[in-house]
Structure formats: structure tokens, C-alpha cells
């Protein structure tokens, strides 16, 4: 292999990298927004189909198009088994313990 092929060749492999990099970062940017987007709402219609809809659109709706309307589920931080066999070791009785959890749970998803 001469010296230009090689040149050429990392030249490609350098420009593959940067596509696949590209692309890496619009995937994690597209997830992260659609994270961010989660409807507030999940409704019923009146012909009984399900669609999802944030406050601002249900808000829009005149009365009589308004439906049947559900909360999101709230997203909660689960504690670590590590966590919760540390709470353990202090805990005294089980009562002690399942209030030390909740008081940690608690505070977690603040």
C-alpha cells in the first residue's frame, strides 16, 4: 500500500467516524426530546379512541370536544438495592425500616 492509499484510507475511515458520531449525538438529541414531550394528557374521545394531548392543545378544544381525560404517569427514580440494604442495616424493626424507605423514596422524587 502506498503512502497516498493509506492517507486515503484513514482520510475515509476519519469521515465514517464523523458520520457515525453525527448521527449518534441526533439520536440521543431526538430521545431526549421526546422525553421532554411526554403528553400530559391521555383522553377518550366520544367515537372511543385513545389519543394523547398536552394541557396547551386540551385547553384549545371548545366544550363540547373536550374528553374523557387521564394524567401521565408520574416517572419516579427507583431506589438502588444498594441503597435499600443500607437503610436495612440501620433499621432496628421492620417498621423502622419500611418508614426509613419511604422517607428515602420521598425524598428522592422530590
Known amino acids: 500500500m502506498t503512502p497516498k ?3 486515503a484510507m484513514q482520510q475515509a475511515l476519519d469521515d465514517i467516524g464523523d458520520v457515525v458520531n453525527k448521527a449518534l449525538a441526533t439520536i440521543r438529541e431526538a430521545l431526549a426530546e ?3 414531550q ?3 394528557y391521555f383522553g377518550l374521545t366520544h367515537d372511543h379512541t385513545w389519543l394523547s394531548i398536552d394541557k396547551k392543545q386540551y385547553d384549545k378544544l371548545k366544550p363540547e ?3 374523557a381525560c387521564y394524567a401521565a ?3 419516579t427514580k427507583d431506589l438502588t ?4 440494604n443500607e437503610l436495612h442495616k440501620d433499621a432496628q424493626d421492620p417498621i423502622s425500616f419500611a418508614r426509613a424507605v419511604i422517607a428515602a ?3 428522592k422524587n422530590k
Open 5 to 7: 492509499e493509506r492517507a
Open 34 to 36: 421526546q422525553a421532554e
Open 38 to 40: 411526554e403528553p400530559d
Open 65 to 67: 370536544g373536550r374528553m
Open 73 to 75: 404517569p408520574v416517572r
Open 81 to 84: 438495592d444498594a441503597f435499600i
Open 105 to 107: 423514596d420521598r425524598k
